[in-house]
């Protein structure tokens, strides 16, 4: 069984700096991607980003970037230049590939706040 | 397009009713998962359904649970003889196979209260 854990229950961030989240996981498998949400208090979950394990470039998405080692398993969430509208529950995800779906595996979350 | 859409928003119900929680995928993804996320538990896969295979039930924390998808759109998920530990939101997420991407988007959820 694959496990997610995301040792940093709250963090905060002063508007225009950077913050890391840090998320480590288990699992035996080769072959998944691992991906963040974000849940803002509307609820939503919303896809901030995605990596492929087979791919050893690290995602970008605009101000959101990953530092992905396969090797260490971790899978760590940088957001430069923190807006307001960053504040929420950041979850890591784990997803195992196979021929077909299957269900993402989440960590417990971490609780951002940018403090203006 | 149209994103992943649920009913009701919110749910108040009393201990030991029936309730349905309904979920609309996005059109086109072949695969939908509900998910349970309370404050004891974090976010908890209950069961999914890919295509036209039997749905993988593993999930799901008691017979209470039941869920349907009818013609590989809608899914409705029943809880029966509700208890107050099911209080929690009920989140949906559909996609596309692996090969096409495979991320999963989630609708808004319901919230659901046990009296």
Sequence with gaps: AQTVTQSQPEMSVQEAETVTLSCTYDTSENNYYLFWYKQPPSRQMILVIRQEAYKQQNATENRFSVNFQKAAKSFSLKISDSQLGDTAMYFCAFMRLNSGNTPLVFGKGTRLSVIA | ?115
Excluded: M
């Design chain 2, 1 to 115: 397009g149209a994103g992943v859409s649920q009913s009701p928003s919110n749910k108040v119900t009393e201990k030991g009713k029936d309730v349905e929680l309904r979920c609309d995928p996005i059109s086109g993804h072949t695969a939908l998962y509900w998910y349970r996320q309370s404050l004891g538990q974090g976010l908890e896969f209950l069961i999914y359904f890919q295509g036209n295979s039997a749905p993988d039930k593993s999930g799901l924390p008691s017979d209470r649970f039941s869920a349907e998808r009818t013609g590989g759109s809608v899914s409705t998920l029943t809880i029966q003889r509700t208890q107050q530990e099911d209080s929690a939101v009920y989140l949906c997420a559909s996609s596309l196979p692996p090969v096409q991407g495979g991320t999963q988007y989630f609708g808004p959820g319901t919230r659901l209260l046990v009296l």
